[in-house]
């Protein structure tokens, strides 16, 4: 028997998110078998990484489209920000 487990769901800021649309470590956790669901709050997370992947591209030298489309496909439930919120410490 393990001595912890995962929890189900996880919380993504949009440095984690950033991360895994350009193929950073934190796309492990979301292409991992047993990686719990990421939720992020829509109005808040996709916008915060839909501003800056642009430049984020620039900088990196890569394709802002290809970059759009990677985080497009990243396995995120988006969620309002209050479903989850209580759970906060």
């Given at each position: 028997?393990?001595?912890?487990?995962?929890?189900?769901?996880?919380?993504?800021?949009?440095?984690?998110?950033?991360?895994?649309?350009?193929?950073?470590?934190?796309?492990?956790?979301?292409?991992?078998?047993?990686?719990?669901?990421?939720v992020?709050?829509?109005a808040?997370?996709?916008?915060?990484?839909?501003?800056?992947?642009?430049?984020?591209?620039?900088?990196?030298?890569?394709?802002?489209?290809?970059?759009?489309?990677?985080?497009?496909?990243?396995?995120?439930?988006?969620?309002?920000?209050?479903?989850?919120?209580?759970?906060?410490?």
């Amino acid at each position: 028997m393990p001595t912890s487990q995962l929890p189900a769901e996880l919380v993504a800021d949009a440095n984690v998110v950033l991360s895994a649309a350009i193929g950073g470590r934190a796309r492990l956790v979301f292409v991992h078998p047993r990686a719990p669901r990421i939720v992020g709050a829509a109005a808040h997370i996709a916008d915060e990484v839909t501003e800056h992947l642009p430049a984020l591209a620039r900088r990196r030298r890569l394709d802002d489209s290809e970059l759009m489309a990677a985080f497009g496909l990243l396995p995120i439930v988006w969620q309002d920000v209050s479903v989850y919120s209580h759970r906060q410490p």
